[in-house]
């Protein structure tokens, strides 16, 4: 009996033994596999880290929860490609941030039909003006709506130096508002029309180059092409310099270049800046921005309105007067009147050359704003322009654009003229203008 007991009671701590060292065994497996894993970890880290400081690259955007690897890592490559990033983009603010960023709305810097504009600072200190948009009424609420849309869908997607920039936008059950670049010295019909207001022939020659290179970027090298629809001088803005932005894309439209007319419904644009195609709710291109353009160019060389009343009658439609003056031979009478110095009368007999191009009645007859840039900056010849105002009296048209090819010829150019299809049409034409232009019929 005590012979058997021995016996189980050995092979009992024989097999505990082996079971104490084969849980020892794995023990130092474990162990082993853990030194190894953490010493492959500090070596990933090593290499990443030595591989971003040798050869920085952005971040590369794809999932939301992906997290770069080496996001302790101080960057100064990709923080400043982040703040451009930030920059190019229009940001979306809330109604309390944008209470913080006018300061509870304190400095009100103009108001109209769209709204009222303050002005405000954002956190890093940049100076911003806030348009906050009108939504009272239910018809004003949806043409609100329809150029708060159309700001951010053209100018939010452009970037160019003589475009202002939107720097952000607030949409919420309160307040509709746009957030832009503070200009510093407003808007250009101050410095036309206020005599109080000093500004030198050189900055305004400076200023029509500059609004028609803007033009020329919204018209030809954007992806889609811009119409702009309101070119009036109060729509050009400022800065410190006299350096000119072009602003309010409330009525722009965005169009395929494939499609060279767009269909209008209803009128846009400002009497009097318009181009009257725009009120007979037909078929327009871009040239209508091109004959806004002209008018503005007017007012700059002119230094006063297009149509002034307080004037003698015939010297109150300014384009017009120019016309007959050129036609007579007697531009040096409107140098004259203009009171321009003899050193820029050059550049102001070529600023109302181009815009006699640029008025013509019709579409086909002005120039694309890249040739009216080359025009204005003298690298390009100005061929003695059209009567704008033929269609008063003429009754044939021409049958292609003008300015489609290298060169243009002024000879029997003016027996083009307009083509009617009745003499009914033509009157109707002849009142649309009288009407546009606030003449007697």
Known sequence: MSSTGSTQSTSQGSSDSSGLVWIIIMIGVLVTIGKIYFL???YQKHVLRKTNNSNPSPVMYGDANMVSPNLWIEDA???RFLK??????????TFPQLAGITR?????????GFGIVYKGQLPNGVQVAVKVLNTVGSEDKRL???????EIGTIGRTFHANLVKLYGFCYDSIARALIY????????DTYLFDKSHIITWEKLHEIAIGTAKALSYLHDECEQRIIHYDIKPANILLDNNFTPKVADFGLAKLCNRENTHVSMTVGRGTPGYAAPEMWMMGQVTYKCDVYSFGILLFE???????FDASLEEDERWFPKWVWERYENGEMEKVLEMIGVDDEHKGETERKLMVALWCVQYQPERRPPMDKVVKMLEGEMEIVPPLNPFQHLLSTSAPSKDLWSGTSLSSSGADNQGLRFHSLQQQQQQQQEAARFYSLPV
């Open 40 to 42: 492959y970890t500090l």
């Open 84 to 93: 451009q990033i930030a920059k190019e983009k229009p940001i979306r603010f």
């Open 144 to 150: 609100m709506e329809q150029q708060f849309m159309a």
């Open 77 to 79: 490559t990709v923080e």
């Open 181 to 188: 670049e503070y200009m510093d010295k407003g808007s250009l």
């Open 300 to 306: 700059i060389a002119g230094r006063r309105r297009s």
């Open 104 to 112: 509870n709305y304190t400095i009100r810097l103009g108001s109209g």
